[in-house]
């Protein structure tokens, strides 16, 4: 390989870096943007992640308390939220449809013994945990199409905790 | 072969030709010539270049695993989206090949899954996740195929093993499956296949020992554990087959490779170990637990005395190496 390839190649990686992560984050920011805010309620704990810092890993209550054995590995959560954007459980089915109009639905994948939003664990500035510990609530932005995103979480009295 | 002298051997051939306090030192001058100042300072220069990549990455590893809250998300990724421009503009502006310019390369793999964590990190998609390490995989291979250095292949072998390990246990779980060990098996396998080859066609001096002992390793522990997974799992399917299979493969023609073709003792070891393992893992699957206590004892006499056979066998084969060297 000559120098010439080698540069390429190299640059053109920085190139395909650089678009991956803009395509990631236009994504997300889209979700952050355009979701609507619903509250789900928690039970907490926290561990560090050597190159993400801290985190409070959380568990939800609606997927806890409804787990079962026979849930298939990926499938939609729907819900209803309350006058406050709390989730309340209906059901969990295979596909987006059928979903009556006050339903929502959220994605979620499951694993052995648990059902994932792919938002279960919380990151924060590191010393900080002992705020977080008041958290009651999981705020998740959700896109129509039931992609969700952790934006942060909330104390009992439904305010953000910052 | 001068350096394989034993301490004791030069001392009796100084008592020998009964050389004075001078003489000896001529003697072991002439044995072992002083390094000359120039490969003192190359040493020095690649062990200050290695030392100093390794703490400045970890230093931009730990500043953004604080995770500031008074930085906007936006500005944390663009400050390490920078620093992997400027590491890859110097490296397009240097021209001939040099340690620095692969650290270069080093570093902006390493950056690559920073800016992953981060991104991971602000959008909270959740720690460890195999996908950090999937995109890491891919979106370094670029660096890694234009640096084409053992460092740089050794951190992308890890980062691909970490994948396949990850995969097993977050996607898989329900099903982890013995077709994931073997393809971790025969990619690592492959990996330390190439690294020889190459090192046969330069015939020059090796230059990372290192690489074929870790990169080997890990094709053991797949060995050794796809095969212990195969062996103790309830159901079994033609992938268990396969996987005991590939693992008995990789032990023989290990151990034949490196005891006749190329001398690596350390493999050598693994294999024994790795065999051992694997015999005794079936002898526990299909122990009689209702009167355990004869074939616990018998075990153990087995186990103990095959040990310590293995060892004696290395130390022998170690002397015969010696021996030929001697000869040679």
Redesign the interface.
Same mark, same amino acid.
């Given at each position: 390989?000559n120098?010439k390839i080698?540069?390429l190649?190299?640059?053109?990686?920085?190139i $395909?870096?650089?678009a991956?992560?803009g395509k990631?984050?236009w994504q997300?920011e889209r979700i952050k943007e355009k979701g609507e805010l619903f509250l789900f309620a928690l039970a907490p704990v926290d561990?560090r992640?050597?190159?993400?810092?801290?985190?409070m890993r959380l568990g939800y209550e609606i997927t806890r308390t409804n787990f079962s054995q026979d849930l298939p590995?990926r499938g939609f959560l729907i819900f209803t939220p309350d006058s406050d954007g709390v989730a309340r459980f209906v059901r969990f089915q295979k596909d987006s449809e059928p979903i009556s109009t006050n339903e929502k639905k959220i994605k979620f994948h499951r694993?052995?013994f648990a059902v994932s939003f792919?938002?279960?664990?919380?990151?924060?500035?590191?010393g900080?945990a002992d705020k977080f510990s008041e958290a009651k609530f999981g705020g998740l932005k959700v896109d129509s199409e039931g992609n969700g995103?952790? $934006?942060g979480v909330y104390d009992k009295d439904r305010k953000e905790i910052? | 072969m001068m350096k394989d002298l034993e301490k004791g051997e030069i001392y009796e051939a100084i008592q020998i030709l009964d050389l004075g306090k001078d003489q000896a030192r001529k003697f072991l001058i002439s044995l072992f010539p002083q390094r000359e100042l120039k490969e003192w300072v190359r040493f020095a220069s690649i062990s200050f270049l290695g030392l100093g990549l390794a703490l400045f990455s970890s230093g931009i590893v730990f500043f953004f695993a604080y995770n500031w809250a008074g930085m906007h998300r936006f500005s944390k990724l663009g400050l390490i989206s920078c620093s992997l421009a400027v590491a890859v503009g110097v490296y397009l502006l240097g021209k001939s090949e040099s340690y620095s310019r692969q650290a270069l390369l080093i570093l902006a793999s390493v950056l690559v899954g920073v800016l992953l964590a981060v991104y991971g990190q602000i959008y909270q998609t959740g720690a460890n996740a195999v996908d950090l390490f999937l995109g890491w995989t891919f979106l370094s291979l670029g660096f890694v195929i234009a640096g084409n250095s053992p460092p740089l292949w050794f951190l992308w072998i890890l980062l691909s093993n970490i994948t396949v390990e990850l995969y097993q246990k977050q996607v898989l779980f329900r099903d982890e499956s013995p077709y994931s060990y073997s393809f971790a098996l025969l990619f690592n396998a492959a990996a330390v296949f190439l690294y020889e080859r190459e090192n046969r066609k330069n015939d020059s001096k090796e230059i990372a020992g290192w690489f074929p002992n870790t990169v080997g390793f890990l094709t053991y522990y797949f060995a050794t554990f796809g095969s212990i997974f195969s062996i103790f799992r309830d159901v079994k399917e033609e992938g268990d087959l396969l996987m005991v299979c590939l693992s008995l493969a990789t032990l023989s023609i290990g151990y034949f490779v490196y005891r006749y073709k190329i001398r690596r003792l350390g493999i050598l070891a693994l294999s024994l170990l790795s065999a051992i393992t694997l015999v005794f893992s079936v002898f526990v699957r299909v122990f009689d637990w209702n009167d355990f206590a004869l074939p616990f004892l018998f075990g153990g006499i087995a186990l103990t005395t095959v040990t310590a056979w293995s060892a004696r066998h290395l130390m022998q084969i170690r002397n015969e190496w010696k021996k030929g060297e001697r000869v040679g």
């Open positions: 390989m120098d080698r540069k190649l190299v640059l053109s990686n920085l $395909v870096v650089l991956f992560l990631e984050v997300k561990p992640s050597l190159m993400q810092g801290d985190y590995n694993s052995q792919g938002a279960e664990e919380y990151f924060f500035q590191e900080t995103i952790l $934006v910052r | -």
